[in-house]
């Protein structure tokens, strides 16, 4: 705000539908690696259960449960079916769960998020990746400690919410370095930025969003946001003062 430059955050450009460009290719990458690590630390050698989530003929897949069906939720579902488990995908957006219906079809349960079901499917998951996000809110603990404690030893957590908090109570932030803990017999593992773990990836998925607003702050200055509704609502600083809504909100003391 001092230095009197209009700044632009990542966080807050967003589309007419909602949406958020900047952050999509980030939110794809960490609900297909939340899959891709569960099935990892399921094995023995990492304190898991043993179970190989596709199964083989004969044995039973493992049993993966997905809170939230948004960007995260619908790219952990397809790494999950992809590998041959059990999904179950829970939302309380009836018409998103329509939608992943048109998308999965029979392959995976669809139900309406609510105590109740979620009591069900959790505790007989081999794997539970908590994919909510309420943007600029703390994520809702939708699984306390004593479901966690209903959970069959050595299955597993993935909580990309984690960086909103964490939709589960037993829930704390791990590093890459240091993934995972045990908590009531369960694997828990919450890496924030969980992209990190594929800077490769990330970034190539980072520069080929981000390059075309680059492009128009490039060629036509502040006068882009004019002509860009998602870049407009991207502002966050202009003439030394806070000016985007929600920031302000955190920030009340530096609001005008």
């Not at 209009?6 to 450009?13: G, H, K, M, P």
């Not at 029979?106 to 990746?129: F, G, K, M, T």
């Not at 890496?191 to 980072?206: D, E």
Request: some cysteine; overall charge negative; aromatic content about 6%.
């Amino acid at each position: 705000m001092g230095s009197g430059v209009c700044a632009i955050a990542y966080e807050t450009v967003e589309l007419p539908d909602g949406r958020l460009p900047l952050l999509m290719p980030m939110s794809i990458i960490a609900g297909r690696l939340s899959v891709q690590f569960g099935a990892h630390f399921l094995e023995r050698q990492q304190g898991g259960r043993g179970i190989l989530l596709g199964g083989i003929p004969g044995v039973y897949p493992g049993n993966v449960v997905v809170l939230g069906g948004g960007v995260v939720g619908t790219e952990a579902a397809r790494m999950a079916i992809g590998m041959g488990a059990q999904v179950a995908i829970l939302d309380v957006n009836v018409d998103r769960l329509a939608y992943l219906e048109t998308l999965f079809g029979s392959r995976v349960i669809l139900l309406y998020s609510n105590s109740q079901h979620i009591a069900e499917v959790v505790a007989a998951a081999d794997l539970v990746i908590g994919a909510v996000l309420i943007p600029g809110r703390r994520a809702p603990v939708l699984v306390p400690r004593s479901l966690v404690q209903r959970m069959n030893p050595g299955s597993v957590i993935v909580d990309v919410a984690v960086d909103q908090g964490g939709c589960i109570e037993t829930l704390r932030s791990t590093s890459h370095s240091h993934p995972t803990y045990m908590e009531e017999g369960v694997v828990h593992y919450g890496v924030p930025n969980m992209p990190g773990a594929v800077p490769w990836t990330a970034t190539q998925a980072l520069n080929n969003s981000t390059l075309p607003y680059v492009l128009k702050l490039a060629d036509h200055g502040i006068k882009a946001l004019d002509a860009d509704f998602a870049l407009a609502k991207g502002l966050n600083i202009q003439d030394h003062c806070l000016v985007h809504p929600a920031v302000q909100a955190v920030f009340p003391d530096l609001a005008h």
